[in-house]
């Protein structure tokens, strides 16, 4: 018989409120574990493709020749970094210097036109050679035309009437002077391109300049020898290009177009393309390996562009020429020496500058705005934001939400990314050399103070 007494309900109201802390501890530890992952994914993003890393002292523009990198802030200074290791090799303060032109032999010079107007030449690791003043005025009075290796060649205009093109070497010695014809669009219209924005934005003040001097006659234009003397083959000035020591002649033929190369006074090869649907040029984007000529189109609602390899003198014709970001269709394009970037939102498309056969596609989240894409050196640089599950996890809301990745021009494969705060802000539309693709798949991305290298394992 039962006693009628209370059942004792203590042991199981135990187990239960165990079984509950167990549940929470687990759940707690799940959520650490999470949370832990989510930083090392946060943490790899930011170190794990990097090469090096170095503080700039100025923050500007930036370009890349004979392995060190040249950052330039027109009225600040420059730096000289070896791209190597890293190593700043010059930080050179310069309150004056309104323009930087660079030559492929890492020579360059800094042109002041303030109170006091000077030319300063620079070794390829920012040691000072010699400076010399030059006539005041307007900087077009004065324009740097070629950079050797350790010579410079320059045209003044400042005297009323006359211009004079004088060639200088590393010790500032005159190695010659020659008249230069005044009132003539001297040389030729095009000039090597860091990038595509540069040719939109106009010109700018951190410049690439040729290795040779050319001289305008007549309408023609010619190499100019070690005397200052033409030499050589000539080419039609109208629409000349000069990339390093090639000049590139870009003429018309009735419905073809017609190109030439000519290097050291030689003609290296002659090509033709079909230009029956396009019009006048309207713009060159010249790169060292490669050009593009864009064409207005004759039905004047497009513009077309012809690729010419350099080497050969291969082209092709596309029926779109190179677009800056359009925010409306939120597309653009952009070219390359290796590839063609198509842009629609956040889905990409490289396409083989030689045939127009599209390459590898590649898609990026949009959800907090398009992607920006810059094409440099035949590398493709993507900077986007960083969003996602591992970004919540990792309760960094507020920073490192820039990605920038670096995506191999011919198979689309992603070689290297890096995660930094608010790259967006230092990399705008009117930066562009804040990111420049170099080969291997590698990159360089300049922040508000530090210049980082990165690339593959």
Not at 204 to 223: F, I, S
Request: net charge positive.
């Amino acid at each position: 018989m039962s006693s009628g007494g209370k059942r004792d309900t203590t042991a199981p109201r135990r187990r239960t409120g165990r079984r509950t802390v167990i549940g929470l501890g687990a759940l707690v530890l799940v959520c650490g574990l999470l949370v832990g992952c989510a930083h090392w994914q946060v943490h790899r993003l930011e170190t794990a493709d990097v090469d090096w890393s170095t503080p700039l002292d100025y923050e500007g523009e930036a370009t890349v020749a004979a392995g060190n990198v040249y950052v330039f802030d027109n009225f600040d200074g420059f730096d000289v970094i070896r791209m190597s290791d890293g190593k700043t090799l010059a930080s050179q303060f310069d309150s004056e210097a309104l323009s930087m032109f660079v030559g492929r032999s890492g020579w360059f010079v800094t042109v002041a036109q303030q109170a006091r107007p000077t030319m300063t030449f620079y070794s390829p690791t920012g040691k000072k050679v010699w400076q010399r003043p030059v006539h005041g005025g307007e900087p077009v009075q004065w324009i740097p035309q070629a950079i050797g290796d350790g010579t410079i060649t320059y045209r003044d205009c400042a005297t009323r009437g006359s211009c004079r093109m004088t060639s200088l070497d590393r010790t500032g010695r005159q190695l010659w002077s020659v008249d230069s014809l005044p009132n003539v669009r001297f040389g030729v219209a095009h000039r090597e391109n860091r990038d595509q924005v540069e040719v939109n934005r106009g010109e700018a003040r951190l410049q690439v300049l040729p290795t040779v001097a050319v001289a305008n006659r007549a309408g023609r234009v010619t190499t100019l020898d070690r005397s200052g003397r033409p030499a050589g083959e000539s080419i039609d000035a109208a629409d000349s290009v000069l990339v390093g020591n090639t000049l590139i002649e870009v003429a018309r033929d009735g419905d073809a177009c017609a190109y030439r190369g000519v290097r050291a006074g030689k003609e290296i090869w002659r090509t033709t393309a079909d230009c029956s649907a396009m019009a006048a040029v309207s713009s060159v984007l010249a790169y060292p390996r490669r050009i593009f000529v864009g064409y207005d189109g004759k039905d004047t609602t497009s513009r077309r562009m012809v690729s010419i390899r350099l080497s050969d003198g291969h082209t092709h014709v596309h029926p779109k020429a190179w677009l800056g970001f359009d925010p409306e269709t939120k597309t653009s394009r952009s070219v390359g020496e290796d590839v063609i970037v198509d842009q629609r939102k956040g889905r990409l498309t490289g396409i083989d500058p030689d045939t127009g056969d599209t390459m590898w596609h590649r898609t990026f989240s949009a959800k907090t705005g398009a992607p920006t894409v810059y094409v440099s050196n035949g590398a493709v640089s993507v900077l986007s934001s960083h969003s996602g599950f591992w970004r919540a996890m990792a309760l960094r809301r507020d920073q490192g939400h820039d990605v920038v990745t670096i995506i191999q021009p011919r198979s689309g494969d992603v070689s290297a990314r890096l995660l930094q705060k608010s790259l967006s802000s230092t990399v705008g539309l009117g930066a562009a050399s804040a990111m420049i693709g170099l080969d291997g798949g590698r990159g360089l991305v300049l922040t508000n103070d530090r210049l980082f290298s990165i690339g593959p394992d």
